[in-house]
């Protein structure tokens, strides 16, 4: 059944080429491209964060008499001296700080491992001992931790967002009391987190008025404006570096403590400081996913045919910022429901602000969704795939709101074929091979196509040559390579001889790297860049790119420049100028009139060994549809690693943490598991060809949080099925199989 | 292996999982550094101490003055500007930071630089020069090995370790003998196949 492994796929129908990544050689060299190896006037000092060591109290005294006595010792900075910083807003009001908080705002500790002072020296090891030497005495408080701990305070979603409604769709207690077979089950999900291999950190200079970050972002222009706003400058003085970021999965958008911290040690100091959160430190410092609670209640009549839909979600948040991510109105969207019916909670402690995380809303609700289809198809005694089948919608049932284009079932016919489902005898324990129990799991994955506003400034040369500039950035998914690709099939310009620059403040805005919203927004402004360069030459908008290229070769000037932009239909003009002011506007997914999602089916094999209950993934599938595919190389990179954080989902991934203390106790990345390359076995992708002219401009659908949706459910039934055991408790764990 | 690799920190996240003796290895260095050190402090006071340390680097000889603390790989990266190799935790468990000496993969942020004296030490700026590239290099490229990048200095680094050790025989075998290196973006199936792929130019 092993297949022939290929890493970089041929293109299909209504792909573009899978053209080595634009900066591949300064990735292979160790050329200096991230943040924190950008050179610095001069020799830099270097800054240690000191974070709390309790989650709840205050700090009642601060000694630095020892700290400042270590050589090289600088600069200490706590709430004592920290002066007056700008205040940010948080993202539920418009802004991008992580937290209502602010930097060394007081003596008030709101959780564990809030940075509570600065010290800064002229070498990393006098910083870092120095943050040994520091006395901090606290009044502590009893805090609370997660779910079930005392002082938890539940809200409901309205209560928070007046704007948020629940669904009420149809009658879906009545419905799933006229079902043939109902699935009643809670689901649970983990604290997990990010984890980028890059840590988080954040260089800064002054040159006079002029504030300049080198600091990993997904979003320059909001940390421009972000930054400018802290430190009380005029954002024109700011300037943001970040040419490419070194793995952020969500954790990269929020503007966190250490910018100002970094930008206000470089002011007092008058050179560069660098601030480097340690892996530990970057477990409360840049957010997580948070854990949840899901309880879903699915029916169906006897011929497969879904009734009624109750799914109710409680999302664990900081008492100081109740940041969440809802998401119930898409798990709505998918099937053809009779009736919906969804409630959201928040329940609040002692905690550090969650944040984004790869598809934040999607990889919880989704896989609550999913297992209980599975279990529901087991009910009722219908194949999985075909019970998905059964029930696939071409419109939102909600609103009644078409789909622009939905291939999940070309996707599960694709994915069947290449695992070779039809084997599947659907009894539990069927499977065996010597001491290994073997089961076959499958589920559905999806995402909303989301799209924000862009620039691109784009410059074409007499000589055949182009410039590509947008603030945009790559975070690994191939942005700088497929934004060549755009223009160069646009203009008939080879891409080789496109130069790209990204990841600076100084050059025209691009969005938020978040919401998978990159390649359709900065593509939609490239494409019309280069429209507007085909107007310049006098051409007319069908000429070939035949005649571009020779109109370019024999243009007059030695070069033309445009500003191109794109703003998604629907969306007002503000939200360009918003972008510009450095706020997030995104769109896209469950709109009025219209549904846009990419879609995608996964299939896995698991064996659990009879004796140890050791859990193995041998292989997993996975077919995905996601309209026009700028460069399969790309695109197969992002579904390879969605699959396998899907496994981590599934199988490894969860922060522990102690009740009592309200603190995690497993913050490094040798006990908070990852995959590691020896836990991945047989990994199949096939990319499903789809069309989808109404979406954006070069019809494409974000995919890099695709194809780690689902996954979990995939995997939790392969194990129930070959196991007999359900588990609705994430990670799956073989203590919980014994 | 020499006597002399008897001072190297050569073990990877896997060895530590496998018992913890093999953590015991790093602490002797601390001796030898206090014994070199021409500071006067005392065990109570501030405990700053520098040291004179002449380091081959990628075929380079680099005469410092270093804290005795630091490590191989901040002396890299904040000393000699070979930023190259990548801090992803500090504490050996994420392999970021491989570099070779003598010849062996070896964890630069385990490792402190005093150490490394009287060693050949090779970081990925050393592997090649641009317009000749290390047979890895071109194979990661080939084989998509890598989406953010920030593992791969040290994921070609262990590549290469990994087929001179003849630890390259099978899929599973590259699999357990490259997973000291993580990779959050999880290429993990392509850098199997640049390793194959290496492994036959390289003659492993
Ligand atoms: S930085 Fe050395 S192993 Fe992670
Ligand atoms: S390529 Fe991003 S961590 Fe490996």
């Known amino acids: ?738 | 292996m020499s006597d002399d690799h008897d001072r190297f920190d050569n073990f990877s996240r896997r060895t530590l999982m496998k018992g913890g003796a093999a953590g015991a290895a790093m602490l002797p260095m601390g001796a030898r550094a206090q014994s070199m050190s021409a500071g006067g402090a005392s065990a109570t006071g501030p405990s700053v101490q520098r040291i004179e340390v002449s380091l081959d680097i990628n075929g380079q000889r680099r005469d410092l003055t270093i804290d005795t603390r630091s490590t191989l790989l901040d002396v890299l990266r904040h000393e000699l500007e070979l930023t190259g190799s990548k801090k992803g935790c500090d504490h050996g468990q994420c392999g970021a930071c491989t570099v070779h000496v003598d010849g062996q993969r070896t964890l630069s942020c385990l490792t402190l630089a005093a150490q490394a004296e009287g060693t050949k030490v090779v970081t990925i700026e050393g592997l090649s020069d641009e317009d000749n590239l290390h047979p890895m290099q071109r194979a990661f490229v080939e084989n998509d090995a890598f989406q953010c990048g920030y593992c791969t200095p040290g994921q070609i680094m262990s590549g290469v370790a990994c087929i001179t050790e003849g630890h390259a025989g099978s899929d599973a075998e590259i699999r357990e003998y490259m997973s000291g290196n993580l990779c959050r973006c999880a290429a993990y199936p392509n850098i199997v196949a640049a390793v194959k792929q290496a492994r036959t130019e390289m003659g492993g």
């Open chain 1, 1 to 738: 059944m092993a297949q022939d492994y290929t890493p970089v796929p041929a293109s299909k129908d209504n792909m573009g080429k899978p053209v080595a990544r634009y900066e591949a050689l300064q990735k292979v060299t160790g050329a200096k491209i991230y943040a924190e190896d950008l050179p610095v006037p001069g020799r830099p000092a270097y800054a240690w964060m000191v974070t709390s060591g309790i989650a709840k109290g205050r700090i009642t005294a601060i000694d630095d008499t020892e700290a400042r006595a270590i050589p090289g010792v600088q600069l200490i900075v706590t709430h004592e001296n920290v002066g007056q910083l700008g205040k940010l807003e948080t993202f539920a009001n418009g802004g991008l700080a992580i937290t209502e908080v602010g930097p060394l705002a007081g003596p008030e500790v709101h959780h564990d491992g809030q940075p509570v002072a600065l010290i800064v020296a002229d070498t990393f090891e006098a910083a870092r001992e120095a943050s040994y030497k520091l006395a901090i005495s606290y009044a502590e408080e009893s805090p609370t931790a997660t779910f079930g701990d005392a002082g938890a305070t539940e809200k409901a979603l309205g209560d928070i967002n007046p704007e948020y409604e629940p669904i009420r769709f149809n009658d879906a207690e009545a419905a799933l009391a006229n079902s043939a077979h109902t699935i009643d089950a809670e689901y649970r999900t983990p604290i997990q987190h990010h984890n980028p291999i890059e840590l988080f950190s954040t260089t800064a200079y002054w040159e006079g008025g002029r504030l300049v970050l080198h600091e990993p972002s997904q979003y320059v222009w909001g940390l421009k404006h972000s930054a400018a706003d802290l430190m009380q400058v005029d954002a024109d003085n700011v300037r943001v570096k970040s040419p490419f970021v070194g793995g952020a999965f969500g954790s990269k958008g929020a503007v966190t403590h250490r910018t100002a911290l970094a930008a206000l040690a470089a002011k007092r100091l008058g050179r560069p400081v660098k601030l480097v959160a340690m892996r530990d430190q970057g477990f409360t410092h840049s957010g997580h996913r948070q854990e949840t609670r899901q309880s879903v209640r699915l029916g169906c009549d006897a011929n497969g045919r879904l009734t009624g839909y109750d799914h109710r979600s409680w999302e664990f948040t900081a008492r100081t910022t109740p940041y969440y991510n809802g998401g119930l109105d898409k798990c709505a969207a998918m099937y053809a429901f009779d009736a919906v019916r969804t409630d959201e909670y928040v329940v609040q402690g002692d905690r550090n602000v969650p944040t984004f995380m790869r598809s934040p809303a999607e990889v919880p609700t989704i896989y609550a969704l999913e297992a209980a289809m599975n279990e529901l198809a087991a009910e009722a005694g219908i194949d999985p795939v075909e019970f998905r089948k059964i029930n696939d919608t071409r419109v939102n049932p909600v609103n009644g709101a078409p789909y622009t284009s939905r291939s999940l079932n070309q996707c599960l016919d694709a994915v069947a074929d290449s695992f070779g489902w039809t084997g599947r005898d659907p009894r539990p324990g069927s499977m065996r091979e010597g001491d290994w129990l073997i089961g076959w799991g499958c589920s559905m994955a999806m995402y909303p196509t989301q799209m924000g506003p862009s620039t691109a400034r784009l410059i074409v040369r007499r000589n055949g040559s182009a410039l590509i500039e947008v603030a945009a950035h790559d975070v690994g998914t191939g942005c700088y390579t497929i934004a060549a690709q755009a223009a160069g099939e646009r203009l008939g310009i080879d891409p080789q001889r496109i130069e790209v620059r990204m990841g600076d403040s100084r050059l025209p805005p691009g969005p938020i790297s978040g919401g998978s919203i990159s390649t359709a927004s900065v593509t939609s402004a490239v494409a019309n860049a280069c429209d507007r360069i085909v107007e310049e030459l006098g051409l007319s908008s069908d000429a070939s790119t035949d005649e571009r290229a020779a109109a370019m070769a024999g243009m007059s000037e030695p070069e033309i420049e445009v500003l191109g932009r794109w703003t998604p239909p629907g969306m007002g003009e503000d939200a360009l100028q918003a972008m510009y002011d450095g706020g997030v506007r995104i769109t896209g997914g469950n709109m009025d009139e219209r549904t846009m999602f990419a879609f995608g089916a996964e299939m896995v094999e698991v064996r659990v060994n009879e004796r140890t209950r050791e859990i193995r993934v041998p292989r997993i599938h996975g077919a995905f549809a996601a309209g026009h595919i700028m460069n399969p190389r790309t695109a197969h990179s992002q579904y390879l690693g969605g699959l396998i954080w899907g496994i981590g989902s599934a199988l490894h991934e969860a922060t522990e943490i102690d009740h009592k203390r309200a603190r995690y106790t497993n913050d490094n990345i040798a006990e908070y598991l990852i995959p590691v390359n020896a836990d991945i076995g047989e990994v199949n992708i096939v990319m499903v060809p789809e069309r989808d002219d109404e979406i954006n401009v070069l019809g494409v659908k974000g995919i890099g949080e695709l194809a780690n949706v689902g996954t979990p459910a995939a995997i939790t039934d392969a194990i129930w099925h070959a196991t007999g055991t359900r588990i609705r408790d994430l990670p799956v764990r073989l203590e919980k199989l014994l």
